[in-house]
């Protein structure tokens, strides 16, 4: 009797917790309903940043291609530039030279005349009429200010070439941005060839390496910084090393001081 | 003393603004390289040359890569080394001067300064 008591107690007992789990999958039910609707929402927004991955990792090579070609235009242009400015400056070059030429023949020509005027007997018409011809031979001068003007123009077509260093610094920038883009490329395409990959999709993998760019080696952090601060900052740094090294090592730093140098003593 | 100089960089722009810059100073012989490798046969074929400036980040063999072939080198062990390059940050620096370049400039650079380092550099010798 004992036995079929406790079974009995034991049935109930279930029955009660059954109902526990129906009261909760009352509960749970409108959940797991918003679950699924979210989760059919949710799947073609993945599905479509999926596409939108694949489209922007296609067009990566492209950008990194426009990078390539920005650097080989630029390069070209600066080219260009410089043999102008080299033409302007020979020019200018060939200028100076038939300047000093006529600077050089006014001043025989002035000589031969004051020997022609010394030969002469002048009266003092003649003497007044040769004084004023003198007041206005002003061609030496006026050579010598032609000569500083052009000397000013060479100087600001050198400035010019000197500018042009910006194009070497741009290209390391370019270079860098492009090494970003291969990486990056890498990494998404190797992503996009995984979850291709789990839904056994092989034609759709796409190729994980972008041809590497030509200057392998670039400054991630140059700049066209014209200021004379960041050579001042060098300096000291090297002269820090360099006053109690000149009698040795042929003026090249020890490996002890520039372990002090680098650790900061 | 008779200066004839060996330009090393990737960057035709840069060789030519180095090669411009050197010929206002006065300086008129001049051998030019494309990189590292480049530079150091350029060496081989030109014992003559007696001052080296050179860039840093350059394909095949970097300027720090040619400036340890040429310390290396009993031949060129003593060269004038110039290092002109954009690494400005400090670790760079004492990288160079571990591999024993004789003087460092900065781009963009002026020619007053790159006059001023190779006159440092000679009279350091």
Redesign the interface.
């Known amino acids: 009797m004992d036995k079929v008591n406790m079974t009995l107690t034991q049935v109930v007992q279930m029955i009660s917790e059954l109902k526990e789990v129906f009261k909760f999958t009352e509960k749970i039910i409108p959940l797991l309903q918003d679950l699924v609707e979210f989760m059919r929402d949710i799947v073609p927004l993945l599905e479509e940043i999926n596409e939108r991955i694949e489209e922007s990792t296609a067009k990566m090579p492209t950008a990194s291609d426009k990078i390539d070609s920005v650097t080989s235009a630029t ?1 070209m242009a ?2 260009e530039i ?1 043999d102008r400015v ?1 033409n302007i400056s020979n020019m200018l070059n060939e200028i100076l030279n038939v300047l000093t030429a006529l600077d050089e023949t006014e001043k025989e020509k002035d000589k031969l005349f004051d020997e022609i005027i010394s030969e002469i007997e002048l009266n003092e018409k003649t003497k007044e009429l040769v004084n004023k011809f003198k007041s206005y031979n002003h061609i030496e001068t006026s050579i010598e200010n032609i000569k500083e003007k052009i000397n000013n123009i060479n100087n600001e077509t ?1 400035n010019i ?9 741009t ?2 920038q370019l270079a860098a941005v492009n090494h970003l883009i291969v990486n990056v490329h890498e990494k998404l395409s190797k992503l996009i060839n995984n979850i291709h990959s789990s839904h056994f999709d092989e034609e759709k993998k796409i190729s994980t390496e972008l041809d590497a760019p ?6 991630p ?6 200021s ?1 601060s ?2 001042e ?2 300096d000291k ?2 002269n820090s ?2 006053g109690s090294n ?1 009698n040795d090592n ?4 020890s ?1 002890d001081e ?1 372990d002090k ?2 650790s900061g003593e | 003393m008779d200066l004839k100089f060996l330009v090393v960089d990737d960057s035709v722009t840069m060789r030519r603004i180095v090669v411009n810059t050197l010929k206002n100073l006065g300086y008129n012989e001049i051998i030019e390289a494309e990189d590292g490798e480049d530079a150091f046969k350029k060496l081989q074929e030109n014992p003559d040359v007696n001052f080296v400036i050179t860039d840093w980040n350059m394909p095949k063999m970097t300027g720090l890569e040619l400036t340890q072939a040429i310390r290396g080198d009993e031949k060129f062990a003593n060269l004038p080394i110039l290092m002109v390059t954009t690494r400005g940050v400090k670790e760079d620096i004492i990288q160079a001067l571990k591999a024993r370049v004789n003087n460092y400039v900065i781009k963009p650079f002026t020619p007053q300064v790159l006059q001023e380092k190779i006159n440092q550099i000679l009279e350091s010798l």
């Open positions: 390069e600066t080219t410089l080299d050198y070439t000197l500018a042009l260093q910006v194009q070497d610094i290209a390391q030509e200057k392998t080696t670039f400054d952090n140059a700049e066209y910084d014209t004379s960041r050579q900052e060098i740094l090297i090393q360099k000149d042929n003026g090249f730093a490996q520039i140098l680098f």
